[in-house]
């Protein structure tokens, strides 16, 4: 009767500690503050309605774009969410201090940055990237996005509170043609976000670093190479909140790019992996 008893108890204990965790993903967003860069269109823009409207977060939309943050900011409290327009260039580091009060004054100390503003190599080789086209990839995905998320950090650690979610890519495993500087910038953010992720372990901060595959978004429709696995945005968005929700340390998708295809490709040698990816991709390059 007494084990009957306590199997009966571990049982219940058992559905409160599952019901408890449920609760607390579900709600994980709700009235948080969630910066995102980038939120004028793909994965940004999809990130943004969805954590505004199904998870209760308060979302500052920030990107260059006002005109376009501005129509977003209106669908999202057209469905009762809350959001706040931001306007942010990632090349001008000036007038990041001034963006981050801007956010703050309505909304409170940011709870959680989602860095997803990238630029990518517009398909070309590297050969034929102008040296302005190079500087601006790495100014937004690199250093423009290092610099504010130091901005980000600092306010954090004042509160020993918040979370960062950089948005790398697949793209940053290997080297691929056609997105040499783009999977650089990916690989030095993914580097640095399991650097600070050390660095901030005895902290309350918590680091995710999210991997897409190909997400169906205006970014990737000038590429002319196959894209496997593609999905769309809005799933793309579900998957990286469901990833934060559990404060994942690194998430891919899709599960067969992450956990298969790029498992096998990091394991290629160099002497294979490069004339086979000549030979797959060399029709779908533009040389000068």
């Known amino acids: 009767m007494f084990r009957?008893?306590?199997?009966?108890?571990?049982?219940?204990?058992?559905?409160?500690l599952l019901y408890s965790w449920l609760t607390s993903r579900q709600d994980y967003f709700r009235r948080k503050h969630v910066f995102i860069t980038g939120a004028s269109s793909g994965i940004g823009k999809a990130l943004a309605i969805y954590l505004a409207t199904k998870k209760g977060a308060r979302v500052s939309l920030a990107a260059r774009s006002v005109d376009k943050l501005e129509h977003i900011c209106r669908n999202i409290k057209d469905q009762g969410g809350s959001a706040q327009v931001i306007q942010l260039d990632l090349c001008d580091s000036s007038s990041f201090p001034k963006a981050l009060a801007e956010s703050m004054k309505s909304f409170g100390s940011i709870d959680i940055l989602i860095a997803n503003a990238a630029v990518n190599n517009e398909g070309l080789c590297f050969s034929r990237l102008s040296l302005e086209q190079i500087?601006?990839?790495?100014?937004?995905?690199?250093?423009?996005?290092?610099?504010?998320?130091?901005?980000?950090?600092?306010?954090?650690?004042?509160?020993?509170?918040?979370?960062?979610?950089?948005?790398?890519?697949?793209?940053?495993?290997?080297?691929?043609?056609?997105?040499?500087?783009?999977?650089?910038?990916?690989?030095a953010l993914s580097n640095l976000l399991e650097s600070l992720r050390i660095e901030l372990y005895d902290t309350n901060i918590h680091i995710t670093t999210i991997h897409p595959g190909f997400v169906d978004t205006p970014a990737i429709q000038g590429m002319k190479h196959p894209k496997l696995f593609l999905c769309s945005a809005e799933t793309a968005a579900k998957k990286i909140a469901n990833a934060v929700s559990q404060k994942k340390y690194s998430y891919g998708?899709?599960?067969?790019?992450?956990?298969?295809?790029?498992?096998?490709?990091?394991?290629?040698?160099?002497?294979?992996?490069?004339?086979?990816?000549?030979?797959?991709?060399?029709?779908h390059w533009i040389h000068g």
């Not at 009957?4 to 409160?16: D, E, Q, R, S």
């Not at 498992?263 to 797959?280: D, E, G, M």
């Open 4 to 16: 009957l008893a306590l199997v009966g108890i571990l049982f219940i204990c058992c559905i409160f």
């Open 135 to 187: 500087d601006k990839v790495i100014e937004t995905n690199l250093k423009g996005t290092l610099y504010f998320l130091h901005l980000v950090l600092t306010e954090m650690l004042k509160e020993n509170s918040g979370h960062i979610v950089g948005i790398s890519s697949l793209a940053g495993y290997r080297g691929l043609p056609m997105g040499s500087v783009y999977g650089a910038t990916k690989a």
């Open 253 to 283: 998708f899709p599960w067969i790019m992450e956990h298969i295809v790029m498992r096998v490709v990091l394991c290629i040698p160099q002497t294979i992996f490069v004339p086979l990816l000549y030979f797959l991709t060399k029709r």
